[in-house]
């Protein structure tokens, strides 16, 4: 016995399909990636504003570390003159070197030949 509705041309009928519940979850995940984006913008727009207040304090204190390290380049340059120097030995009785001591601590390179 042959059943005509298993050699039947037509499809089954399927069952009714259930209602997705993924679908509130994509507006979940879509509000939630909006929010992130509005929250981004607005920190990054704050961040520019506070940035934008405190450049000038910045660049002030920069002014002054600048004027600074030139100060003390120039104490520097002062402190290690060559007539500072000479003054200070002359007032602690040192001897300027003669022309044999200039001898005796040249390099004896000049008098080794190879």
């Known amino acids: 016995m042959q059943n005509s509705h298993r050699y039947s041309t037509r499809t089954p009928r399927a069952a009714a399909p259930k209602p997705k519940r993924a679908f509130p979850f994509v507006y979940l995940v879509l509000g939630l990636c909006f929010c992130i984006f509005a ?6 727009s704050y961040a520019k ?29 002062t402190l290690t003159a060559v007539e500072r ?30």
């Open 39 to 44: 929250g981004s913008v607005w920190f990054s």
């Open 49 to 77: 504003k506070v940035a934008l207040q405190r450049r000038p304090v910045y660049e002030r204190q920069m002014h002054l570390i600048q004027d600074e390290i030139h100060r003390l380049e120039l104490e520097e340059a």
């Open 85 to 114: 120097i000479r003054r200070i030995a002359d007032e602690l009785g040192m001897v300027a070197p003669t022309e044999a001591a200039r001898v005796l601590n040249a390099p004896l390179s000049h008098g080794i030949h190879r």
